[in-house]
């Protein structure tokens, strides 16, 4: 069975300071990694996707994450935070024999002036 | 545009009243899907729907209805809501050509309230 699991409920940064968001994933086969972002009073966006072509991956607004196979880890980064960054973000996986999209409890990211 | 709707974005409503949430897409998509956000559990999977009369029970099934009778559509029914029904519902969408690797494209959501 395929889990996720997002250390810390609650990352709290100032406005240009590094953010790191961390997933660690579990899968039998090779997963196919999402991260998603939900700002307030919306439904969630791709920020990006693994799906095993290269394992740092690019995505919108300036976030990265890296796939580490040895550490079962896809943890999203951004060098610089803006204000606007502050949303709940979430870390999903797929693959194998199912059709399922299995979401992490979600990281509530704050960003303070 | 691209996009899923979903309706109502808001209900209040008492316990045993029959209610439905619809949800449309327009990317003729053939996975559907519906899920339930509560806080600290994040997203779990109601049903989902690969494609027109072909529905799959998630892993939060439990009072919960779905019909695929269109592509685009895929409405969500509460047949006898419970409090413990009360939650924020989100439906999704993807091609199905690799649901496995394809993003989910959501709706904004819809609050349910069930007193």
């Known amino acids: 069975a395929q889990s996720v699991t997002q250390l810390g409920s609650h990352v709290s940064v100032s406005e240009g300071a590094l953010v790191l968001l961390r997933c660690n994933y579990s899968?039998?086969?090779?997963?196919?990694l999402f991260w998603y972002v939900q700002y307030p009073n919306q439904g969630l966006q791709l920020l990006l996707k693994?799906?095993?072509?290269?394992?740092l991956v690019k995505g919108i607004n300036g976030f990265e994450a890296e796939f580490k196979k040895s550490e079962t880890s896809f943890h999203l980064t951004k060098p610089s935070a803006h204000m606007s960054d502050a949303a709940e973000y979430f870390c999903?996986?797929?693959?194998?024999?199912?059709?399922?999209?299995?979401f992490g409890t979600g990281t509530r990211l704050q960003v303070f002036p | 545009e691209a996009q899923v709707t979903q309706n109502p974005r808001y209900l209040i409503t008492v316990t045993g009243k029959k209610l439905t949430v619809t949800c449309s897409q327009n990317?003729?998509?053939?996975?559907m899907s519906w899920y339930r956000q509560d806080p600290g559990l994040g997203l779990r999977q109601i049903y989902y729907?690969?494609?027109?009369?072909?529905?799959d029970k998630g892993d939060v099934p439990e009072g919960y209805k779905v019909s695929r009778k269109e592509k685009r559509n895929f409405p969500l029914i509460l047949e006898s809501p419970s409090p413990n029904q009360t939650s924020l519902y989100f439906c999704?969408?993807?091609?199905?050509?690799?649901?496995?690797?394809?993003?989910?494209?959501f709706g904004d959501g819809t609050r349910l309230s069930i007193l």
């Open positions: 999704a969408s993807s091609p199905i050509s690799a649901a496995r690797n394809q993003p989910q494209h």
């Open positions: 899968s039998s086969v090779p997963p196919y």
């Open positions: 693994y799906t095993s072509a290269a394992t």
């Open positions: 999903a996986v797929s693959g194998g024999n199912t059709d399922k999209l299995i």
């Open positions: 990317m003729n998509h053939e996975y």
């Open positions: 729907s690969m494609n027109v009369e072909v529905t």
